[in-house]
């Protein structure tokens, strides 16, 4: 039982770990959309659904070095 209680954890650590990761690899992708053009913000923004704040605030949590351990998050 402790086994499969034990890889049940690991499992859940592993995919939370790959959510993270396509999450700051969407919106790094997004922050390199939104800095090409005047209004690729709001284009952004239309296409998407979100609000120009939120990919704001998403572009720049997710844009910081990740080499510096910290990612902004706020949660």
Same mark, same amino acid.
């Given at each position: 039982?402790?086994?499969?209680? &034990?890889?049940?954890?690991? @499992? &859940?650590?592993?995919?939370? @770990?790959?959510?993270?990761? +396509?999450?700051?690899?969407?919106?790094? +992708? !997004?922050?390199?959309? @939104?800095?090409? *053009?005047?209004?690729?913000? =709001?284009? !952004?923004?239309?296409? =998407?659904? *979100? =609000? @120009?704040?939120? !990919?704001?605030?998403?572009?720049? &949590? *997710? +844009?910081?070095?990740?080499?510096?351990?910290?990612?902004?998050?706020? &949660?």
């Amino acid at each position: 039982m402790e086994a499969a209680l &034990r890889q049940r954890a690991d @499992r &859940r650590d592993e995919a939370d @770990r790959l959510k993270e990761e +396509a999450e700051a690899e969407f919106w790094r +992708a !997004i922050d390199e959309l @939104r800095q090409r *053009y005047h209004g690729a913000q =709001t284009d !952004i923004a239309e296409v =998407t659904q *979100y =609000t @120009r704040d939120h !990919i704001f605030k998403q572009s720049k &949590r *997710y +844009a910081a070095d990740p080499q510096d351990g910290d990612n902004g998050d706020q &949660r």
